[in-house]
């Protein structure tokens, strides 16, 4: 059972670092660019992990406080669940 929230969290947060990564790559080239609403919705719904650590190491949305603060906050949020769903399942 976990093994398959794990699994949820682990691809929502490939997703949203693949699109932060994207998105960066697009701002470069002056491309089109990922709207902010879908990169805050990848890391709303279980991708608070990757959207925090796409931005740190892409260096992307780091001059806005909303991201830096929101992306933090929703990774702390999301590693802290899946600790409390662990030791739910597992009765620790």
């Known amino acids: ?10 691809a929502v947060s490939i997703l949203a670092f693949l699109m932060m990564y994207i998105d960066k790559k697009q701002a470069r080239q002056h491309g089109r660019r990922i709207p902010e609403k879908n990169l805050w919705t990848a890391a709303i719904f279980g991708g608070g992990i990757g959207a925090y650590l796409g931005m740190m190491m892409f260096r992307h949305k780091t001059r806005h406080t909303n991201f830096r603060v929101g992306f ?15 030791q739910s399942i597992n009765g620790g």
Do not use: P, T
């Not at 059972?1 to 682990?10: A, K, P, Q, T, W």
């Not at 933090?72 to 662990?86: F, G, Q």
């Open 1 to 10: 059972m976990f093994s398959i929230i794990l699994g949820y969290f682990g």
């Open 72 to 86: 933090l906050m929703l990774a702390v949020i999301d590693a802290a669940l899946l600790v409390w769903i662990y």
